[in-house]
């Protein structure tokens, strides 16, 4: 079973991480786990805000971490055993260093409204996703929780069942039900597809194809909800050109308030889970996003 141990909070005061923090708060209190929030002051701004001020980097520090203080105190959490430390340098960096100085295995940040303009995430939450080496859970700004609905999306891989279980795990704890979900793509779609800038569409669909694929969607998921009678696991294969465009319609569709997936995906099937197809829904889901990272995983050279 997926359980977490340490919960990191990335804070930048926004409202999106408020809800964010009360999500991480959640996640540590069921599995229980420890739980630190991190706020990160960029260099940049810490060298203006002395010259403007006369104010060295520790008192600066010492002010945020009062704020950072005073933020958790305010959350309607009301947690008084989190950890709060501001560091100074670049976000990115510092947040991969927090997590592992804490061996963290899930970092949580927050994201915009979803509602008003493109689904968009932050450039640091995104370069998390792709490159920091733990399990990443980015919250919108108007995410519900607990979830009742959770996709998970599959490609066979390793790090599929890995999703799945985490799927699983928070399905349980949270009374939630869960899709597993496959895009199938026939030889005739993929050359159809060019590259994903085709428009959605479903193709001639072949119904033997799409038996075996079924088959091999319930073996697959047979091990891994093995124990999990309280938990309603909905196994689906869909045919269709554009994978991430049916994975995001069928998230809108049944109203999922989260999608959890693999960032690496099987040898031969990488683009599932990776590069353009990884970066659409999370780009895109109009809901919150946990992405888990492969055993072992690294993060790639920029």
Not at 296 to 302: L, M, S, W
Request: aromatic share 6%; net charge neutral; charged share 25%.
């Amino acid at each position: 079973m997926k359980k977490f141990h340490h919960v990191i909070a990335a804070i930048d005061f926004t409202p999106a991480c408020r809800v964010a923090f009360k999500e991480a708060v959640l996640r540590a209190s069921q599995d229980g786990a420890s739980i630190a929030a991190l706020h990160v002051m960029d260099s940049f701004l810490i060298h203006e805000l002395k010259k403007a001020l006369s104010l060295e980097p520790a008192q600066i520090v010492s002010e945020w971490t009062e704020r950072l203080r005073k933020f958790i105190a305010e959350s309607e959490v009301g947690v008084e055993k989190v950890r709060c430390e501001v560091r100074i340098g670049h976000p990115f960096t510092e947040i991969v260093q927090f997590c592992q100085a804490h061996e963290a295995d899930l970092l949580v940040m927050g994201a915009k409204s979803s509602k008003v303009g493109p689904h968009r995430i932050g450039a640091i939450a995104a370069k998390c996703i792709r490159k920091a080496p733990v399990d990443v859970l980015v919250v919108r700004e108007e995410a519900q929780s607990p979830h009742k609905k959770i996709v998970s999306c599959v490609d066979f891989s390793e790090n599929s069942a890995k999703a799945v279980e985490c799927a699983l795990h928070l399905a349980e704890l949270d009374g939630g039900t869960v899709d597993c979900l496959h895009v199938y793509q026939s030889a005739i779609a993929m050359s159809l597809d060019y590259g994903g800038f085709m428009p959605a569409m479903p193709v001639a669909i072949d119904p033997d194809a799409l038996g075996n694929w079924h088959k091999q969607l319930q073996e697959f998921l047979a091990p891994l909800t093995r124990g999990k009678g309280s938990v309603s696991v909905t196994p689906l294969v869909i045919e269709r050109m554009n994978i991430r465009e049916a994975i995001l319609q069928h998230v809108e569709n049944v109203g999922a308030t989260l999608v959890v997936l693999g960032t690496r995906g099987k040898t031969g099937l990488r683009e599932f889970l990776i590069g353009t197809t990884a970066e659409k829904i999370v780009q895109h889901a109009p809901c919150s996003i946990l992405a888990v990272k492969p055993d072992g995983f690294a993060a790639p050279a920029d």
